[in-house]
């Protein structure tokens, strides 16, 4: 089992809500990701980093914000949460490519809902 | 920039029986890393397999198998002897080593229901 962890699992939030999706992982992987996924759906890179204090923006537009100043955790935060945000958001962490070990090891997800 | 296409939707099969996934890509790179990941409902993607694209012989998990055909970007993935367990989306996924870049891309995902 990875040792990668998410939360909270669930979450249901009200509009305009502060809000933080933890993630830690005790791999000492330097590159962590963040994924949003509609359910049943592809997903789509929001966030990555490849070390501490770094972060870059993926592919899909997000709202949301992370940092990362430790190498085991990188959260993610909604300032003000809104319903278009509801989704299933992963997170992931990679060992530095080159290595044997290079596959994404992904944490459970958290299941937002904004009401 | 890299993609990939898994042009089945979804899939069914009945249990016991062999079915196959789709996944070609899109690269100029020489040497690169594909997977199919597993994602059964509410519940933790994990890796099923993995291939070098350097190594030319297929990877081989157990009941899992690939079909890597690197002139033709194609990487497809048979299940064995299928079991109701199997049931889950699979996600094939290429990543380009180097890094200092976004380099892991998904598809759009198969839906693979087994059937008693």
């Known amino acids: 089992e990875a040792d990668i962890y998410q939360t909270p699992r669930y979450l249901v939030i009200g509009t305009g809500k502060k809000i933080t999706l933890e993630c830690s992982q005790t791999?000492?992987?330097?590159?962590m990701y963040w994924y949003q996924q509609d359910p049943g759906m592809e997903l789509h890179l929001i966030h990555y980093?490849?070390?501490?204090?770094?972060?870059e923006k993926g592919d899909l537009s997000s709202e949301s914000t992370v940092s990362r100043i430790r190498t085991e955790h990188f959260p993610l935060t909604l300032e003000s949460a809104r319903p278009s945000h509801t989704s299933q958001y992963l997170c992931a962490s990679s060992e530095r490519t080159g290595l044997l070990n290079t596959e994404a090891f992904f944490g459970q997800g958290t299941r937002l809902t904004v009401v | 920039a890299q993609t990939v296409t898994q042009s089945q939707p979804e899939m069914s099969v009945q249990e016991a029986e062999t079915v196959t996934l789709s996944c070609t890509y899109d690269?100029?790179?020489?040497?690169?890393?594909l997977f199919w990941y597993k994602q059964p409902p509410s519940r933790q993607m994990i890796l099923v397999i993995r291939q070098e694209a350097y190594k030319q012989q297929n990877a081989t998990e157990n009941r899992f198998s690939v079909n890597f055909q690197k002139a033709a970007k194609s990487f497809s993935l048979k299940i064995s002897d299928s079991q109701l367990g199997d049931t889950a989306m699979y996600f094939c996924?290429?990543?380009?080593?180097?890094?200092?870049?976004?380099?892991?891309?998904f598809g759009a995902g198969t839906r693979l229901t087994v059937k008693p």
């Open positions: 996924a290429f990543m380009k080593p180097t890094f200092y870049n976004n380099d892991m891309r």
């Open positions: 980093s490849y070390g501490v204090n770094s972060t």
């Open positions: 791999m000492g992987h330097d590159k």
């Open positions: 690269t100029s790179e020489n040497n690169y890393y």
